[in-house]
C-alpha cells in the first residue's frame, strides 16, 4: 500500500454509500429532502454551482431523497450528483490521499496493478429484475430515477455516471469505459461507445463481435466505489484492465461477482447493475443529448442494448453525472488523471526534463482540444518544439491546440496565458499548422473533414523587462494590511507581484531603491548629467550612451 502513495490516517471507501456518509460528514455533500423533479429540476439545479460563480473548492456533492417525474410518478430510490468529481477535493475523498499525491499515484497504479478477486457475497445482487418484470409498464428502466441532463434538448433520460463492462471476444481482456446509454423503452438502451480514432475500447470489442455475427454482452455498473469509477473516463491502454488498476488505486483486490445473464464479472459492491446484449447488426438513432464538447449532440445511429436482467442492492443510491459544457464533473475526473499521464509522457518518456507543468483547458473547451505545456526557462527551441509535438501526439483526440509558456506564467491561469501569447509570440515564426488531424471529440455540425492542428512558442525568446507590478515584498505587505483592515478575502493568481525578466540593470536598481527611500532627488541629479541634444523623443538612453561607449 505505501508503494502507491497512501498515507498513514488515509481511507479508500469500496462501498459507494459509505464514501457519501464520508461527504457528508466533511461538509462536501448537501442533502435535498424537498420534492425535486428528475425530468426538469433536477440536473438544472446542480448545473448552478458550475455556472453561478461558486469557487471551485466549494462546489458540494447533491443528495436527492425526494425524486418524481413529470408524470407524478414517485421514486423510492435516491438519487446523487457530484459525488464523485464536483470538485478536486470530492475527488481526492474518493481516492483517499491528497490532491498532490494523485498524478503519482495513478502513474504507480497503472505500473503496478493488482488482479480482482472473484466473490459470491455481492451486494450488487441482493435484488434481481428478468423477464416480465422488466417489461411492464413502469418497470425495468422505467423503475429508476434516472434524470434529464439537459432539459429542453435531451431526448430521453440518460444514464451519464456509467461504466460500462465489456470482454474481448478473442482474448477475454475487459475494459471498463464510461458511455452514455439512454432510455428506450423498460428494457432497452440506446448506447453511445465513442467509434473515432482514439475512442472507446468497448467500440473496439463490438467490432470484433460484429466480425463474429454475436451479439455483444454488456453490464452498465452505477454506483461503484470512486476508485473504480474514475478508471473509466481515463485512457488507459486498450489491453489493460481498469478493475486491476482501481485495485492499486485502493490498495487492495476489487471484488467482483458473475453477472446474472452475461459472461461478464461486475465488482460486487456496486449500487445498480444493467445486464444486456447489444445488437452488432441494427443500429438506432440515439440523441440529441448535451455533449460535453459544449454543443448538443444531433441523432446518430448507435448501439441498441436489451436489457436482460437489472441487479441492486436493497437500497440504493442512484448515482448521475453533470457533464456537458465543463467545467462540470466530467472535466474533473479526467482532469486530475490525465494532466499528470500527460506530464509523465513528455518528462520520462521523451526525457523533456525542462516540462514542469501540463494543463488541460477546462472551462467551456473540455479538456481535449487546448493544453497549456510550462517550460523552465533557457530551454532550448528544438525542445520545446519537440515538447510541443509530444503533447499534440499523445491521443488522438487530445491537443488541437498546444501552447508553451515559460515557467513563470502559471498554465492554468489563461489571462496570463493571453498575456505571454500577446507579447511572447511572433506568430509567422512561432506558430506552426500541420493538418491531417482527426476531428475528434467535436460536434457534428457542418461538413464533415479533418481537421489540423495549431503548436504555438509562447515562451520567453530574449531578456524582457520586469512584470509591472510592485515588488514583491511590498505586495505582501499589502496583504497583510489588507488583512489588517478587515477587507474580503483576496484570492491572488500569478502574476501578482513584479519580477525581473532579464532585462534590468544596477542603475535602474538603483532608482527603485532611491524611490522607496524618499531619495528621487538624487535620480533626477543622475539624469541631468546625462542630458544629449538632437535626438527625437522615446529613444531609448542605453543605446546612445552605449553606442558612446559610456554607457551607465
Not at 496493478?113 to 457475497?121: E, M, Q
Not at 491561469?413 to 482527426?438: F, G, K
Request: charged letters at 25%.
Amino acid at each position: 500500500m505505501d508503494d502507491i502513495g497512501l498515507q498513514e490516517g488515509t481511507h479508500v471507501s469500496l462501498d459507494f454509500q459509505s464514501h457519501l456518509a464520508e461527504l457528508e460528514a466533511k461538509g462536501l455533500l448537501v442533502r435535498i429532502d424537498r420534492e425535486i423533479n428528475k425530468d426538469t429540476e433536477l440536473h438544472p439545479l446542480v448545473r448552478c454551482q458550475f455556472l453561478g460563480g461558486i469557487p471551485e473548492d466549494e462546489r458540494r456533492a447533491f443528495l436527492f431523497t425526494n425524486v418524481v417525474d413529470s408524470a407524478g410518478r414517485r421514486y423510492d430510490i435516491p438519487v446523487v450528483v457530484g459525488a464523485f468529481a464536483a470538485s478536486p477535493r470530492i475527488y481526492a475523498m474518493g481516492m483517499g490521499r491528497a490532491i498532490a499525491d494523485i498524478g503519482t499515484d495513478w502513474l504507480h497504479a497503472i505500473r503496478d496493478p493488482i488482479t480482482p478477486v472473484t466473490v459470491t457475497d455481492a451486494p450488487c445482487q441482493e435484488v434481481v429484475i428478468m423477464g416480465d418484470d422488466l417489461r411492464r409498464p413502469g418497470g425495468g428502466l422505467a423503475a429508476l430515477p434516472v434524470p434529464i441532463s439537459t432539459p429542453g434538448f435531451d431526448a430521453a433520460p440518460y444514464l451519464t455516471a456509467t461504466l460500462c463492462v465489456t470482454a474481448d471476444p478473442d482474448s477475454g481482456v475487459r475494459n471498463i469505459g464510461t458511455y452514455r446509454a439512454a432510455l428506450k423503452s423498460t428494457d432497452r438502451l440506446g448506447v453511445r461507445m465513442s467509434s473515432r480514432i482514439g475512442g472507446a475500447g468497448g467500440y473496439l470489442h463490438w467490432c470484433k463481435y460484429r466480425e463474429r455475427k454475436e451479439r455483444m454482452p454488456c453490464a452498465i455498473v452505477i454506483g461503484a466505489a470512486p476508485v473504480i469509477m474514475y478508471t473509466g473516463p481515463e485512457k488507459l491502454a486498450i489491453d489493460q484492465d481498469e478493475l486491476s488498476v482501481a485495485g492499486a488505486l485502493a490498495g487492495s483486490a476489487i471484488r467482483t461477482t458473475k453477472a446474472v445473464t452475461v459472461d461478464l464479472e461486475v465488482p460486487a459492491d456496486a449500487e445498480i447493475v444493467i445486464e444486456g446484449l447489444i445488437d452488432t447488426d441494427l443500429l438506432e438513432p440515439e440523441g440529441p443529448f448535451g455533449e460535453s464538447n459544449g454543443y448538443v449532440a444531433l441523432e446518430d445511429f448507435n448501439m441498441s442494448m436489451e436489457v436482460t436482467a437489472i441487479t441492486h442492492r436493497r437500497k440504493p443510491v442512484f448515482a448521475s453525472m453533470i457533464s456537458q459544457v465543463s467545467p462540470s464533473e466530467s472535466s474533473v475526473i479526467k482532469k486530475l488523471a490525465m494532466e499528470p499521464l500527460f506530464l509523465n509522457h513528455l518528462r520520462d518518456h521523451l526525457s523533456l526534463k525542462s516540462v514542469r507543468r501540463v494543463v488541460m483547458h477546462e472551462p467551456l473547451s473540455n479538456l481535449r482540444p487546448i493544453i497549456f505545456v510550462q517550460f523552465s526557462n533557457d530551454t532550448p527551441k528544438s525542445e520545446i518544439w519537440r515538447g510541443l509535438q509530444g503533447t499534440a501526439a499523445r491521443l488522438a483526440d487530445c491537443g488541437k491546440l498546444v501552447i508553451a509558456v515559460s515557467e513563470d506564467i502559471e498554465p492554468d491561469h489563461t489571462d496570463a496565458v493571453m498575456w505571454s501569447l500577446a507579447y511572447r509570440c511572433n506568430p509567422i515564426e512561432d506558430v506552426h499548422i500541420e493538418p491531417y488531424r482527426s476531428t475528434g471529440h467535436s460536434p457534428k455540425s457542418g461538413p464533415a473533414h479533418t481537421d489540423s492542428t495549431m503548436l504555438i512558442d509562447a515562451t520567453l525568446k530574449y531578456p524582457m523587462a520586469p512584470l509591472a507590478l510592485p515588488g514583491r515584498e511590498y505586495m505582501e505587505r499589502a496583504q497583510v494590511l489588507w488583512r489588517e483592515l478587515g477587507l474580503p478575502a483576496l484570492s491572488p493568481r500569478s502574476p501578482w507581484h513584479g519580477y525581473s525578466l532579464g532585462d534590468w540593470n544596477d542603475i535602474w536598481e538603483n532608482f527603485a531603491r532611491n524611490a522607496v527611500a524618499g531619495d528621487w532627488p538624487k535620480n533626477g541629479d543622475n539624469t541631468w548629467a546625462r542630458r544629449r541634444g538632437g535626438l527625437t523623443p522615446e529613444t531609448p538612453a542605453r543605446t546612445v550612451e552605449t553606442s558612446d561607449g559610456d554607457a551607465k
